[in-house]
């Protein structure tokens, strides 16, 4: 269920970025992207990278599971940050994240509904039909090739090798 994370952080956009200057699917803000090895420089953001910043979603999400033990409180902190889940579980005197809710409020409004609607966003996709997106077909996996070049190559000449645009 942790992919609909990237579906409510980004519509799983490579391009999104938000008013705190997240970027990519993950929305990775950027010390939390360089702490999970994520290149960002002149040439590249690698927080745009799907594959990169998944593995880096990943290992940070795991990171988060293990420090909460659950996911939903993994999911909370992924949203925050970590301490300010650790605050409001101690503010609340419980170790659940929906009765945490209950008894606390100081979690922002966004991260109260955050897990919320990424167990909405599965549940629609896991029962497409019974939600009115039976007609609705996933698309096929994206194929690509990695290939590593030696210094810069203009895209202009890639596209042209490979017979498509640039875009």
Do not use: C
Request: proline letters at 2%; aromatic letters at 12%.
């Amino acid at each position: 269920d942790t992919v609909y994370l990237a579906m409510i952080e980004s519509g799983f956009s490579p391009g999104a970025t938000s008013w705190a200057r997240a970027a990519g699917p993950w929305q990775f803000i950027a010390t939390t992207g360089r702490r999970f090895g994520l290149r960002q420089d002149f040439w590249v953001d690698e927080r745009r990278d799907f594959v990169k910043a998944t593995r880096s979603a990943a290992a940070y999400l795991g990171d988060l599971n293990r420090e909460f033990g659950h996911w939903h409180l993994a999911w909370a902190a992924y949203n925050a940050g970590s301490s300010r889940v650790r605050r409001a579980l101690t503010l609340s005197g419980t170790s659940e994240f929906f009765a945490m809710l209950e008894k606390d409020r100081t979690l922002r409004k966004e991260t109260r509904h955050y897990v919320a609607k990424v167990l909405a966003a599965a549940v629609v996709a896991k029962n497409r039909a019974r939600y009115g997106f039976g007609e609705v077909k996933p698309l096929s996996p994206l194929a690509f090739d990695e290939v590593t070049v030696d210094g810069a190559v203009a895209l202009q000449k890639v596209a042209q090798k490979l017979g498509t645009g640039v875009e």
